[in-house]
């Protein structure tokens, strides 16, 4: 029983390349939210996707970041041309269909940008 | 605007102490409650969570909650850790009915032998 896959698990860019993160949901799950993790922080809630829809992104960046779910394949989180302050942990969690389901993580994308 | 605090940022115990993590939400409405741990390299697994009913809520590995409705708390504890339990601990809440989850800022447990 996979659980959640994201990958990869560490990500090297420099600055101004772009990044993008993956994440397989477990098997039957059609919710997925993306979560950013700095430094010494909690995890802070970033977009929440349905199959083909954005839900909520309010804690989205305005510029240069994107997330897509797709009818076939995985979500996909974009940064573009990036910077250092974007070097983070990135997590995404998917569920069933809510209210009231848990969240399973997956084990993170590490982006380091030098 | 909805907030979840975890006021402990290290804590350091002996095995087989007792432990307590405090979490302090904030939040007017009904709200689902939970208790992640993330040990060194892994992703966050769900400890325990509150949905409803009965206020003190039994999770995995010996951890428990309270959810204490008048106080806006919901503290982890457990009456005797093992050296196993080494990790960063996360308090989550959200609104009934939405998904999207507020975190604490963690508390990052050491257990010495």
């Known amino acids: 029983n996979a659980g959640v896959m994201q990958n990869p698990r560490h990500l090297v860019r420099r600055r101004g390349q772009e990044a993008r993160l993956r994440c397989s949901p477990m098997k039957g799950h059609s919710h997925v939210y993306w979560y950013r993790q700095l430094p010494e922080e909690g995890l802070k809630f970033m977009v929440y996707?349905?199959?083909?829809?954005?839900?909520?992104e309010s804690g989205m960046p305005k510029e240069r970041f994107s997330a897509e779910f797709p009818k076939e394949g995985p979500s996909i989180l974009r940064i573009q041309q990036v910077v250092r302050g974007d070097s983070a942990a990135y997590f995404c969690?998917?569920?069933?269909?809510?209210?009231?389901?848990?969240?399973?993580f997956g084990q993170g994308t590490r982006l380091t940008v030098v | 605007a909805q907030s979840v605090s975890q006021h402990n940022h290290h804590v350091i115990l002996s095995e087989a102490a007792s432990l307590e993590l405090g979490c302090n939400y904030s939040y007017g409405g009904t709200v689902n409650l939970f208790w992640y741990v993330q040990y060194p390299g892994q992703h966050l697994q769900l400890l325990l969570k509150y949905f409803s009913g009965d206020p003190l809520v039994k999770g995995i590995k010996g951890f428990e909650a309270e959810f204490i409705k008048s106080k806006f708390s919901f503290n982890l504890r457990k009456p005797s850790v093992q050296w196993s339990d080494t990790a960063e601990y996360f308090c989550a809440g959200g609104p009934r009915g939405n998904e999207k989850l507020t975190f604490g800022t963690g508390t990052r447990l050491t257990i010495i032998p």
């Open positions: 996707l349905q199959k083909e829809n954005i839900i909520d």
């Open positions: 969690a998917t569920s069933l269909r809510p209210p009231n389901t848990e969240a399973f």
